[in-house]
């Protein structure tokens, strides 16, 4: 599986933002997808995640209610809605994606750069 992400770009705060992570090769057998970010100094920590059922999706207190986390079957795409940014937003995110319920997520994509400016 190979995923690849875009969308971040830099946005005043308040704006909005929409990232894709776009999953091909063989994505039989993907038990969920997740959105990561990771900060200067920071640890690389889960934003959302959903089933690739598209059921299920998880959200970090600190941006439920202003993400959102999609699937399109067809696609094979999850994107992350992002509403209403702050500038704590800013970090780079990475998608990934596991096969098992109970496993890592060990298949990522490269990072995209999300900078809110306030």
């Given at each position: 599986v190979q995923?690849?992400?875009?969308?971040?770009?830099?946005?005043?705060?308040?704006?909005?933002?929409?990232?894709?992570?776009?999953?091909?090769?063989?994505?039989?057998?993907?038990?969920?997808a997740a959105w990561f970010r990771q900060a200067p100094g920071a640890e690389r920590d889960m934003v959302?995640?959903?089933?690739?059922?598209?059921?299920?999706?998880?959200?970090?207190?600190?941006v439920k209610g202003r993400f959102t986390i999609s699937r399109d079957n067809a696609k094979n795409t999850v994107y992350l809605q992002m509403n209403s940014l702050k500038s704590e937003d800013t970090a780079v995110y990475y998608c990934a994606v596991r096969k098992r319920s109970n496993g890592r997520y060990d298949i990522w994509g490269q990072g995209t750069q999300v900078t809110v400016s306030s």
């Open positions: 995923l690849q992400a875009s969308g971040g770009g830099l946005v005043q705060a308040g704006g909005s933002l929409r990232l894709s992570c776009e999953a091909s090769g063989r994505t039989l057998g993907i038990y969920s959302s995640s959903i089933a690739w059922s598209g059921i299920n999706p998880y959200y970090a207190d600190s």
